[in-house]
């Protein structure tokens, strides 16, 4: 079954314990890219990635990190993170103008 | 910033069709038009797109103003189920899309 894995679901930590955020997707698409979504604010691009060894910021960028080293997994890490992140965060991968497939959702809560 | 502009909410009934509109006057010539909906806080699920033509298939149809400055959404028969938040999205083939706050359909018995 075609799908985005987003892992853990949930994860309640304090501020400043590095955590990394992990997505897999089995379609062997070369995009992906991190949201995450706030009350009012909509679905904001954190990173996107067009291949492997190519990532780029999106909207949000700032206090997060992503890697592409293979083409099926982008995490997203928070090397430090802080309230202002906590936040419910979504994972998503395509290929070509192919629609967007979206994971189930990482539930953040920085205390 | 997003490149469409939706009404905040709208209501159907059931059973009734449904019709999401949605302005992208700024259009460019390769870029689609797509639609997604999210269901509480699901991630968001794809429901077609399109270029040019009009477009359907097992959930939707789309229907693409000639200009290509808006496009509708159709539900044909909309179910309690389709309540949900729907995005219309524009974007290249490189997969960047831009969400805006959608339009939140409340579909009633």
């Known amino acids: 079954e075609a799908q985005v894995t987003q892992n853990p679901r949930y994860l309640i930590t304090v501020t400043g314990k590095k955590l990394t955020v992990t997505c897999s997707q089995n379609?062997?698409?070369?995009?992906m890219s991190w949201y995450r979504q706030d009350p009012g604010l909509g679905l904001r691009q954190i990173y996107y990635s067009m291949n492997v060894e190519v990532t780029d910021k999106g909207d949000v960028p700032e206090g997060y990190k992503v890697s592409r080293k293979e083409k099926r997994n982008f995490p997203l890490i928070l090397e430090s993170p802080s309230p202002n992140q906590t936040s419910l965060y979504f994972c998503a991968s395509s290929s070509g103008a192919r629609p967007q497939h979206f994971g189930d959702g990482t539930r953040l809560s920085i205390l | 910033d997003a490149k469409t502009t939706q009404p905040p909410s709208m209501d159907c009934a059931e059973g009734r069709a449904a019709n999401l509109p949605c302005n992208h006057s700024?259009?460019?010539?390769?870029?689609?038009v797509y639609w997604y909906r999210q269901i509480h806080s699901q991630g968001p699920q794809y429901i077609i797109h399109g270029l040019k033509n009009n477009e359907t298939n097992e959930m939707a149809s789309l229907i693409i103003t000639e200009d290509r400055k808006s496009s509708t959404l159709i539900l044909p028969h909309a179910t309690l189920r389709d309540t949900a938040v729907y995005y219309c999205?524009?974007?290249?083939?490189?997969?960047?899309?831009?969400f805006g706050k959608g339009t939140k359909l409340s579909v009633k018995p």
């Open positions: 999205i524009v974007g290249g083939s490189q997969g960047n899309l831009i």
């Open positions: 700024t259009i460019s010539g390769n870029e689609y």
């Open positions: 379609m062997n698409h070369e995009y």
